[in-house]
Protein backbone atom coordinates (compact mmCIF):
# COMPACT_ATOMS: atom_id res chain seq x y z
CA UNK A 1 0.00 0.00 0.00
CA UNK A 2 1.27 3.29 -1.24
CA UNK A 3 0.05 6.74 -0.29
CA UNK A 4 1.06 10.38 -1.61
CA UNK A 5 1.27 12.80 1.25
CA UNK A 6 1.17 16.49 -0.04
CA UNK A 7 2.25 19.64 1.91
CA UNK A 8 2.60 23.61 1.17
CA UNK A 9 -0.80 24.80 -0.17
CA UNK A 10 -2.58 27.58 1.44
CA UNK A 11 -3.35 31.46 0.63
CA UNK A 12 -0.36 33.37 -1.17
CA UNK A 13 -0.73 37.17 -2.38
CA UNK A 14 -0.05 38.11 -6.42
CA UNK A 15 3.60 38.10 -7.35
CA UNK A 16 4.34 35.61 -4.21
CA UNK A 17 5.76 32.52 -4.01
CA UNK A 18 5.19 28.87 -2.77
CA UNK A 19 6.59 25.57 -2.72
CA UNK A 20 4.31 22.25 -2.57
CA UNK A 21 5.97 18.88 -1.82
CA UNK A 22 4.34 15.52 -1.86
CA UNK A 23 5.87 12.34 -0.33
CA UNK A 24 5.75 8.65 -1.74
CA UNK A 25 5.30 6.74 1.04
CA UNK A 26 4.48 2.82 1.03
CA UNK A 27 3.57 0.91 4.12
CA UNK A 28 6.67 -1.23 5.71
CA UNK A 29 7.85 -3.94 3.54
CA UNK A 30 6.46 -1.92 0.22
CA UNK A 31 9.29 -1.78 -2.45
CA UNK A 32 8.55 0.77 -5.56
CA UNK A 33 10.64 3.06 -7.92
CA UNK A 34 8.80 5.77 -9.11
CA UNK A 35 8.38 5.48 -12.98
CA UNK A 36 7.15 9.55 -12.63
CA UNK A 37 5.91 12.11 -11.05
CA UNK A 38 3.40 15.16 -11.61
CA UNK A 39 1.55 18.31 -10.33
CA UNK A 40 -2.19 18.76 -11.53
CA UNK A 41 -4.46 21.29 -10.90
CA UNK A 42 -8.37 21.79 -11.30
CA UNK A 43 -9.86 25.05 -10.75
CA UNK A 44 -13.22 25.46 -10.55
CA UNK A 45 -15.50 24.51 -13.31
CA UNK A 46 -12.11 23.34 -15.21
CA UNK A 47 -11.09 20.32 -16.23
CA UNK A 48 -7.59 18.46 -14.04
CA UNK A 49 -4.49 20.30 -16.16
CA UNK A 50 -1.13 19.13 -16.19
CA UNK A 51 1.26 21.50 -14.18
CA UNK A 52 4.76 19.84 -14.06
CA UNK A 53 6.26 16.81 -14.02
CA UNK A 54 9.03 14.87 -14.11
CA UNK A 55 9.57 10.86 -14.85
CA UNK A 56 12.35 8.46 -13.87
CA UNK A 57 15.61 9.92 -16.43
CA UNK A 58 14.68 13.29 -14.69
CA UNK A 59 13.14 15.33 -17.80
CA UNK A 60 10.90 17.55 -16.68
CA UNK A 61 7.75 19.17 -18.41
CA UNK A 62 6.12 22.19 -17.79
CA UNK A 63 2.92 23.50 -18.67
CA UNK A 64 2.99 26.41 -20.70
CA UNK A 65 1.39 29.02 -18.21
CA UNK A 66 3.57 28.38 -15.36
CA UNK A 67 7.00 27.75 -17.70
CA UNK A 68 9.95 30.20 -16.64
CA UNK A 69 8.74 30.82 -13.12
CA UNK A 70 7.88 27.44 -11.81
CA UNK A 71 10.53 24.58 -11.26
CA UNK A 72 10.08 20.77 -10.20
CA UNK A 73 12.78 18.73 -8.49
CA UNK A 74 12.67 15.52 -6.73
CA UNK A 75 14.74 14.03 -3.99
CA UNK A 76 14.99 10.41 -4.90
CA UNK A 77 15.94 8.99 -1.72
CA UNK A 78 13.00 10.54 0.16
CA UNK A 79 10.51 9.45 -2.47
CA UNK A 80 9.84 13.38 -2.67
CA UNK A 81 8.97 15.63 -5.62
CA UNK A 82 9.08 19.16 -5.15
CA UNK A 83 7.57 22.54 -7.45
CA UNK A 84 7.98 25.56 -6.62
CA UNK A 85 6.41 28.45 -7.95
CA UNK A 86 7.15 31.94 -8.37
CA UNK A 87 5.21 35.19 -9.38
CA UNK A 88 2.33 33.66 -8.58
CA UNK A 89 -0.82 34.94 -10.50
CA UNK A 90 -4.73 35.04 -9.49
CA UNK A 91 -5.29 32.13 -12.23
CA UNK A 92 -3.15 30.09 -10.49
CA UNK A 93 -5.90 29.70 -7.76
CA UNK A 94 -6.98 25.55 -7.79
CA UNK A 95 -6.57 22.57 -5.90
CA UNK A 96 -3.05 20.84 -6.92
CA UNK A 97 -3.01 16.88 -7.17
CA UNK A 98 0.24 15.11 -6.75
CA UNK A 99 0.60 12.49 -9.33
CA UNK A 100 3.08 9.50 -9.11
CA UNK A 101 3.42 6.72 -11.68
CA UNK A 102 5.13 3.89 -9.36
CA UNK A 103 6.25 0.29 -10.59
CA UNK A 104 6.65 -2.61 -8.25
CA UNK A 105 7.48 -6.52 -8.17
CA UNK A 106 4.64 -6.90 -10.36
CA UNK A 107 2.13 -4.20 -10.32
CA UNK A 108 2.61 -0.66 -11.62
CA UNK A 109 -0.06 1.73 -10.58
CA UNK A 110 -0.92 5.53 -11.23
CA UNK A 111 -1.66 7.38 -7.63
CA UNK A 112 -3.12 10.58 -6.76
CA UNK A 113 -2.64 12.77 -3.39
CA UNK A 114 -5.76 14.34 -2.03
CA UNK A 115 -5.08 17.86 -3.28
CA UNK A 116 -3.63 20.86 -1.65
CA UNK A 117 -5.77 24.07 -2.12
CA UNK A 118 -4.08 27.06 -3.57
CA UNK A 119 -5.38 30.32 -3.44
CA UNK A 120 -3.48 33.54 -5.04
CA UNK A 121 -5.42 36.68 -4.27
CA UNK A 122 -4.52 39.94 -2.52
Known amino acids: QVQLVESGGGLVQPGGSLRLSCAAS???????????MAWYRQAPGKERELVAR???????DYADSVKGRSTLSRDDAKNTVSLQMNSLKPEDTAVYYC?????????????WGQGTQVTVSS
Open 99 to 111: YAHLVGGHWNRDY
Open 26 to 36: GSPGTIFSINA
Open 54 to 60: IISGGST
